[in-house]
């Protein structure tokens, strides 16, 4: 097991927001978590990624492990440098007063290794030929998809090997979401885990091999991307009763 979360309570000050979730990823899989907004799907990417508060919230207890260690005490900044995850977060948070170049290149401040950091933007310009066309051009300025490829591309560009995203199509037109997904799915064929957060219930599991329904904080439903969407409950609930 790569990644796991094991009977993880967590609360925002005093209020508790995640009540005993469990879940976990394999390498090399795509797992998605639905539900609805306040449901608590950010919060667990968040405690994933160990973010401190206020953003992050407080572990009162349960545990996270990756490769059978436990998250508990790893700052943030050793979860991106050495265990090599990588937090793609809702709204993108990009440095809009900064080039795409710029960008890009704050994510590789901890990489010692320059000829990989340059094999990944690469690939990073490979999967989005529109950063490579706009590298010099200030960040803010982008649309909302090229926006949400920069984000995803300074992802990349950490090193990551597992790669954490909440809602990547959230504010893309249709064409724009299916590019996205389409080059999420060729960084799994290539070896990347994904852990991913959307709202889009259906392309969501279309996307993944498995998920997690997430309700007020607890996992409700679990199973393969198929037996999910075979669920009466989750059909009702996420997947317009169809």
């Known amino acids: ?12 000050g005093r209020i508790e927001a995640l009540h005993g979730v469990s879940l976990s990823v394999d390498q090399g899989e795509i797992v998605t ?18 973010l401190p508060p206020p953003e992050g919230p407080t572990v009162i207890s349960g545990d996270i492990r990756f490769n059978g260690k436990s ?21 993108r948070h990009i440095f809009g007063n900064l080039t795409v170049m710029e960008n890009l290149s704050l994510a590789t401040y901890a990489r010692k290794d320059d000829k990989a950091a340059s094999r990944d933007l690469d690939r990073v310009f490979d999967l989005f030929p529109r950063l490579a066309e706009r590298r010099k051009q200030r960040s803010e300025s982008l649309s909302g998809g090229e926006q ?12 990551c090997e597992v790669l954490l995203l909440d809602e990547p199509s959230m504010g893309l037109a249709p064409l724009l979401m299916y590019d996205m997904f389409r080059a999420l799915k060729k960084l799994n064929q290539d070896g990347m885990t994904i852990l991913l957060i ?33 669920d009466s409950s989750v059909r009702e609930a996420y997947l317009g009763g169809v």
């Open 198 to 230: 959307e709202q889009n219930a259906r392309l969501a599991l279309d996307f993944a091999h498995r998920g997690y329904v997430l309700d007020t904080g607890e996992i409700v439903a679990g199973g393969s991307s198929s037996e999910l969407r075979s």
């Open 33 to 50: 978590l639905i539900g609805s907004n306040g449901a608590g799907k950010s919060t667990t990417l968040h405690s994933i990624m160990r």
């Open 148 to 159: 949400q490829m920069l984000a995803v591309g300074r992802a990349l560009m950490s090193g």
């Open 71 to 91: 998250l508990l005490s790893t700052p943030p900044h050793l979860v991106v440098s050495s265990l090599h995850m990588a937090l793609v977060p809702e709204g």
């Open 1 to 12: 097991m790569l990644l796991s979360v094991e009977n993880l309570h967590v609360r925002y």
